[in-house]
C-alpha cells in the first residue's frame, strides 16, 4: 500500500511529486502564504519612523506633514477600487496591481527625502504616499477575502489572524529593516518598496479561492497557528525590552532578524502535517474502491438540486429596484442594499469616531514623545509597543469573539463597543501628559486600534452576507481616514501648529519660510485629544444601539448554513470518503452553498 511506503519513507518519486502538489494547492499552504503577504503588509503603520525624515528633509509644518498622514489613512483604507478589482479578475491580478502601485510610491517617496530628486511638490508627495499605501487595500482584499471565502464557518479566527499579522508587521519590518541597513531610518521607506513587492510575486499563483469539501477540527489548526504566531509576537516583545535597554550592534540586529524569519516561516510544518493527514485519508479511500461508488451516486442528485430550487429561478430586478428590500440579516445583500441600510450607517459612524481617534493618535505617536521630552529611544519604542499590541488586539478579538459567540451568542457589536470605551481611557493618559504614561497610553492605543478591525469586518459578513464580500469591508475601512482627516488634519495638526506660533511668539522669534514648527509641553496635545476622546465616547455610545438592534440575529444560530455542511463534511471523514467527489468542478463554481446543497 502506497500510505505504508508514505510512512516507511520509501514512497516513489512519482507520489512523492504528488503530496508536493497537493502541498501546493491546498487550503492550509495558502493560508501560510497569506500570512507571509500580510506580515510584510503594515508599512502604514510605520510612518512614525521616517515621519520625522520627512519633516526635516522636505520643511514641512505640522499641519502638513499631517495632511500627508492623511492621505497616507486615504490610501490605506480607502480600498473601494481594490474591492471591485477583486469581484472581477483573478486574485492573482489584483495582487500583481498592488506591487506595482506599492513599489512606484514608496520608491518615490525614498529619491525624494534622500534627495535624489529635486524637492517634489506637497501635492505630489500626497500622491506618492496614497499610491503607495493603496496597495496594501490590493493585497489586503484578496488575501483575507479568499481565506474567509475558504473557511466561511471560522471567519473570526481567520481575521483575527490574519489581520493580526498585519498589525505585528511594523515590528516585523522594524527587525528587517535594523538588519539590512543598520540604523540608516531613511533606508526604511527603500525597504518598505521592495520586500512587499518580492513577497507578493514570489506567492502569486497561490492565493484563490480553493472549494472542497471543509475538514474537521479547522479551528484547532488556527490555534497551531496562532501559537506560531504569539511566540513570535513575544520574541518581538523581548527584542523590543533589550533594545531598550543594550545598545545592539549590526551582528545582534542580523541574529535577531534571523530568528524572526525561523518564526515566519515555522508555520509551513503545521502545513505539511495537515497535508499529510489528508494524503493518508486520499490512499485509504484509493485502496477501498468500493467507498467511490457511494460518492459517485450521491454526485448526480447534486447536479440537479440547483435546477430544482425555486430560489435559481427567481427573476432579475434591477439593483436599483431592490436598494431599500434587504433581505433578512445574514442573507446575501447587494452592495447598494448595504450601503444604504441603517446597520451599516452605523457601523460606519462609530468606525470614524474609533478608528479615526486611534489612528490619529499612532501617527502623532511620534510627536508626541518630543513634546513631552522623551528620548528618541523611547519613542521607538512606543511605536513597536503599538505594533505589537496592534496585534495582540487583532488575534485577541478575533479568536475571543470567535469563541463567545459560539459559546455564549456573545454579539461581537457589545465587543466592539467595549474596546472603544477602552480606548478612552488611551487618549486622556495622552490629553494629561502623566509621566511616563506613554508606555501605557501607546500599548491601550494599539491595542484597541487592532481590535476593531476583526470586529467590523466580522460583523459586516455576518450581517450582509459573503457575496460582495471584498467591497463592503473596503467601505468599511474607509471610515478610517475620514475619522483620521477630521481628527488628525483639523483638530490635533491646527491645535499643535498653534499652540506652536504661540511658544515661538513667546520667545519673541518669528517663523521663517520652510522652517518646521515644533511644540513642546503637554499643551500641545492637550486640548485635541480631550475633544478626541469625547468623539470616542460618542462612537461608544453609537455602536451600541448597533447592539440593540442585531441582539436576536446574534441569538440566533448564524453559522447554521456553514455549520451544517461542516457536520457532513466531519461524517464524510469519519467514513473515509474525503477528497474523492466527482461533482466538485459544478460545486466551485457554485460557492460554499453548493456543498451544503448537495449534502442534503
Not at 455576518?462 to 481616514?481: C, D, Q, V
Not at 520652510?514 to 468623539?535: H, S
Not at 466527482?582 to 453548493?594: H, I, L, M, W, Y
Amino acid at each position: 500500500m502506497v500510505a505504508a511506503e508514505f510512512t516507511s519513507g520509501d514512497i516513489g518519486s512519482k507520489e512523492m511529486r504528488s503530496f508536493w502538489l497537493q502541498v501546493l494547492h491546498g487550503r492550509w499552504f495558502m493560508v501560510f502564504a497569506s500570512m507571509l503577504i500580510l506580515s510584510v503588509s503594515g508599512a502604514t503603520y510605520m510612518f512614525g519612523l521616517y515621519s520625522t525624515d520627512v519633516k526635516t528633509s522636505l520643511g514641512y509644518d505640522q499641519t502638513t506633514l499631517n495632511l500627508l498622514s492623511f492621505f497616507k489613512d486615504v490610501g490605506g483604507n480607502v480600498g473601494i477600487l481594490a474591492g471591485l478589482v477583486n469581484e472581477v479578475t483573478a486574485p492573482w491580478v489584483v495582487l500583481l496591481i498592488g506591487s506595482v502601485m506599492n513599489f512606484f510610491g514608496y520608491f518615490m517617496i525614498w529619491l525624494a527625502i534622500t534627495g535624489r530628486t529635486s524637492k517634489p511638490r506637497v501635492w505630489q508627495m500626497c500622491l506618492y504616499i496614497c499610491m503607495g499605501a493603496n496597495s496594501q487595500t490590493f493585497s489586503n482584499t484578496v488575501v483575507v477575502v479568499s481565506c474567509v471565502k475558504n473557511f466561511p464557518s471560522s471567519r473570526g479566527s481567520v481575521l483575527g489572524l490574519l489581520k493580526g499579522l498585519v498589525g505585528l508587521s511594523g515590528a516585523i519590518m522594524t527587525q528587517l529593516y535594523h538588519a539590512f541597513y543598520g540604523d540608516n531610518s531613511k533606508a526604511l521607506v527603500l525597504l518598505i518598496a521592495w520586500l512587499p513587492v518580492a513577497v507578493s510575486i514570489v506567492f502569486l499563483p497561490i492565493i484563490r479561492l480553493i472549494k472542497i469539501i471543509r475538514q474537521p477540527n479547522e479551528l484547532r489548526i488556527f490555534y497551531n497557528l496562532l501559537y506560531i504566531t504569539l511566540g513570535l509576537a513575544g520574541f518581538l516583545m523581548a527584542l523590543i525590552i533589550m533594545m531598550h535597554k543594550l545598545s545592539f550592534s549590526r551582528i545582534c540586529y542580523i541574529g535577531s532578524a534571523s530568528v524572526v524569519l525561523i518564526l515566519l516561516f515555522l508555520p509551513i510544518v503545521v502545513v505539511i502535517i495537515e497535508e499529510i493527514k489528508l494524503w493518508r485519508t486520499k490512499i485509504k479511500v484509493v485502496d477501498e474502491p468500493i467507498q467511490l461508488k457511494v460518492v459517485a451516486e450521491n454526485s448526480a442528485p447534486a447536479e440537479s438540486v440547483p435546477n430544482a430550487t425555486p430560489q435559481t429561478q427567481q427573476k432579475h430586478n434591477s439593483c436599483f429596484q431592490t436598494v431599500f428590500k434587504p433581505p433578512v440579516r445574514g442573507e446575501d445583500y447587494t452592495i447598494l442594499q448595504a450601503l444604504f441600510s441603517i446597520d451599516m450607517l452605523i457601523l460606519f459612524i462609530a468606525a470614524i469616531c474609533g478608528i479615526g481617534s486611534t489612528l490619529t493618535a499612532i501617527d502623532n505617536l511620534g510627536q508626541i514623545g518630543d513634546s513631552l521630552g522623551y528620548p528618541t529611544d523611547s519613542i521607538s519604542t512606543f511605536i513597536s509597543l503599538v505594533s505589537i499590541w496592534n496585534y495582540l488586539g487583532r488575534v485577541a478579538s478575533g479568536f475571543s469573539s470567535e469563541i463567545l459567540l459560539k459559546k455564549y451568542k456573545f454579539p461581537r457589536p457589545l465587543m466592539l463597543t467595549l474596546v472603544l470605551l477602552l480606548s478612552c481611557v488611551g487618549h486622556l493618559l495622552i490629553a494629561y501628559g502623566v509621566p511616563n504614561s506613554l508606555y501605557v497610553s501607546s500599548v491601550i492605543i494599539g491595542f484597541c486600534f487592532g481590535a476593531q478591525w476583526p470586529l467590523i469586518f466580522a460583523i459586516i459578513s455576518e450581517l450582509f452576507g459573503l457575496k460582495y464580500y471584498a467591497t463592503l469591508i473596503n467601505f468599511g475601512g474607509a471610515a478610517s481616514p475620514i475619522g483620521a482627516y477630521i481628527l488628525n488634519v483639523k483638530v490635533a495638526g491646527n491645535l499643535y501648529d498653534a499652540e506652536a506660533l504661540k511658544q515661538l511668539k513667546a520667545l519673541g522669534k518669528t517663523r521663517e519660510a520652510g522652517q518646521d514648527l515644533t511644540c513642546v509641553g503637554v499643551e500641545c496635545y492637550n486640548l485635541a485629544f480631550i475633544i478626541i476622546a469625547a468623539v470616542t465616547l460618542f462612537g461608544t455610545l453609537v455602536s451600541f444601539i448597533l447592539v440593540i438592534r442585531t441582539r436576536k440575529f446574534y441569538q440566533s444560530d448564524i453559522y447554521k448554513k456553514f455549520s451544517e455542511g461542516a457536520e457532513a463534511a466531519e461524517a464524510d471523514f469519519a467514513g473515509g470518503i474525503v477528497g474523492v467527489d466527482t461533482s466538485r468542478s459544478s460545486k466551485e463554481a457554485q460557492g460554499p452553498e453548493a456543498d451544503l446543497d448537495s449534502k442534503k
